[in-house]
């Protein structure tokens, strides 16, 4: 059954989707993730360096889902697989197929010497991978210290890893903490010490009572914020985080793809069942990635005051009211459930003397 508010969701979301790229017909395509949309590949090439892992007797396009998914012995500790090495079965350098997965790719990396030495060995690379700075702010040398917001720390990782991280909740983020709104990194090498240092928040600059008294102290550490929180509801936020993170559970690489890296709209109509779920994931997606039209479900206010009874004498009725406002539903939000009108029976004879055995007041 399609209700009321799944419709004006779907609606609504046809609308958001003008500035994706993307259609909005249902796909009832369980077709395959189309690997090659979301990687390169430069024949004859082998990239040596970073290497996580290596499988063999898989195809390309297994290969490229298990670099997606983060297979095998990527833990959450490991970085994320940004590029691969596929040799094809029965190439001339030897019988099985097999598969390499790299955690940087030929962008990043200075190229390794093994480049160009292996004809029969080609190169993938992963497309769009994502840029936190679109995601994050930046504010250099501050730290956002001694607030009790602070959910976990870690050492000798990259700004871009610690990011990902409070994307992810990740480490003690059980889905009890609350989720990562902004993090401090301090860059390795820097004046203040060795080691990369990477610590999350549970809050931000915005939502702060204030940024703490070690703000202003902190010349090598630097703040990251997750734009345009402050405007949201919290609780829209969990909300939205929870559904995601149902929707993980059963499909990894979609978390893969869509929060580690950028998805297109269409990608998500290949690996959810049907357009409902496609078009609830893709908003709570863009409400906790891009705070954008994050969902905001009806509460009902309190009830008002009960009216005086309807008449002045015999049975008549008392009314109260509440209103679907508090919050009202927006951005395809359900509306409230339940009735905004309650009435009861009362009995008046104060007034029956005055001969008028009729209703004096209107139910209104
Ligand atoms: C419901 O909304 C109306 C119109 O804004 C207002 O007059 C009334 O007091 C509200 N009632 C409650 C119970 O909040």
Redesign the pocket.
């Known amino acids: 059954m399609v209700t009321w508010a799944q419709q004006v969701l779907f609606i609504f979301i046809c609308v958001i989707l003008v500035s994706f790229p993307s259609t909005c017909s249902a796909d009832d395509n369980n077709a395959p993730l189309p690997y090659g949309d979301l990687f390169t590949k430069e024949e004859g090439h082998f990239f040596g360096p970073d290497f996580i892992v290596a499988y063999n007797s898989i195809d390309a396009d297994e290969c490229a889902r298990r670099c997606l998914q983060g297979y095998g012995s990527y833990d959450s500790v490991n970085p994320p697989c940004l590029s691969f090495n596929h040799r094809p079965a029965g190439s001339p350098e030897g019988g099985s197929a097999r598969c390499w997965l790299h955690s940087s790719n030929a962008d990043t990396a200075v190229l390794s010497s093994e480049w160009d030495n292996w004809p029969h060995r080609n190169y993938y690379q992963r497309k769009a991978h994502l840029s936190y700075e679109e995601l994050f702010t930046k504010e250099e040398g501050h730290f956002f210290g001694d607030n009790p917001d602070f959910i976990v720390a870690y050492n000798d990782i990259d700004a871009e890893e610690c990011a990902r991280r409070c994307l992810k909740g990740y480490g003690s983020y059980d889905g009890v903490n609350p989720p990562c709104l902004s993090f401090n990194h301090r860059p390795a090498g820097s004046p203040e010490g060795d080691s990369a240092r990477c610590w999350l928040r549970s809050s931000n600059k915005d939502k702060a009572a204030s940024p703490g008294s070690e703000w202003n102290k902190w010349p090598h550490r630097n703040y990251y914020q997750k734009k345009g929180y402050a405007h949201h509801h919290a609780s829209s936020l969990q909300g939205a985080i929870d559904r995601l993170n149902e929707v993980h559970a059963a499909h990894p690489h979609l978390e893969q793809l869509c929060v580690f890296a950028k998805c297109t709209y269409e990608q998500v109509t290949h690996l959810l069942p049907n357009l409902h779920e496609v078009n609830s994931y893709w908003s709570d997606l863009a409400c906790y990635k891009y705070s954008r039209s994050c969902r905001v479900d009806g509460q009902w ?4 005051p009960w009216s005086d009874c309807s008449v002045g004498c015999g049975q008549g009725s008392n009314v109260r ?3 679907c ?1 508090d919050p009202a539903p927006r951005n395809g939000g359900w509306r409230c459930a339940g009735k905004p009108v309650e009435i009861k029976e009362c009995t008046q004879n104060k007034k029956c003397s005055s001969g008028s055995m009729y209703a004096t007041r209107m139910l209104y």
């Open positions: 206010s309190e009830w008002g009211r509440r209103n406002s």
